[in-house]
């Protein structure tokens, strides 16, 4: 038997809206992949996605989330020491279980991962943390702001924490809408998305 799951997928709609000066993608709206049968073109053409619309929860067996601070919940409020990867007691996929339910849930988001942090081998690799030897029917992702310099253009714009060291606002927007465009970056998503349904797709439960 194999575990099999549907997966929200949040890319990092904020900065990539900002940099493209596109509206962003209101809130109850996302993207699922529910086709885990699909062929490896059918994903690396994002073919299978189709809108979903949150609505009354559905019960779920287990539950993963994969992902950065924007999934992490920094500064929602901890319980006792914060931990390494700042995971805050109100983050949204903490809420979403609460709702849910889950049998399990996997929490693994941590902030300032980009796409190397969640996949295989990489340092601290989520992917390789996340157990399929338990049930996992719902899962989220939001990962890629890191990767196209949120600190930087959050330091520059915002907070400029080194002052003039800190850069230009223009500069730092302008380097990450180079990335945001760049294949690299658009290879690096399909490999986690695709990492992460193979995982769940052919690894077998016990």
């Known amino acids: 038997m194999y575990t099999q799951a549907k ?3 949040v890319v990092f709609s904020y900065l990539a809206a900002a940099l493209q000066q596109q509206p962003l993608m ?6 699922s992949l529910d086709n885990l049968g699909a062929n490896h073109q059918e ?6 996605f189709r809108q979903l619309r949150y609505g009354r929860p559905s019960p779920a067996t287990g539950f993963v989330a994969f992902g950065d601070s924007y ?3 920094i500064g929602t409020g901890v319980e006792g020491d914060e931990n390494n990867c700042r995971q805050g007691r109100h983050a949204y996929p903490q809420l979403m279980a609460a709702d849910r339910r ?3 849930f996997q929490f693994l988001s941590c902030t300032g991962a980009t796409t190397s942090n969640v996949m295989a081998g990489g340092d601290g690799s989520q992917l390789d943390l996340f157990d399929v030897s338990v049930p996992v029917d719902f ?3 939001s990962i890629g702001g890191n990767d196209l310099g949120f600190f930087e253009v959050i330091n520059a714009c915002v907070f400029r924490f080194y002052n003039f060291y800190s850069g230009t606002c223009e500069d730092a927007l302008a380097h ?4 945001l465009e760049s294949d690299e970056f658009e290879i690096r998503l399909r490999i ?3 990492e992460i349904l193979d995982k769940i797709r052919w690894e077998k439960k016990p």
């Open 7 to 9: 997966f929200v997928v």
């Open 26 to 31: 209101a809130p109850e709206t996302q993207y």
């Open 43 to 48: 994903i690396s053409t994002l073919s299978g």
């Open 71 to 73: 999934s992490a919940g």
């Open 102 to 104: 889950p049998t399990t």
């Open 139 to 141: 899962g989220l992702l």
């Open 176 to 179: 990450s809408r180079v990335l």
């Open 192 to 194: 986690v998305v695709m």
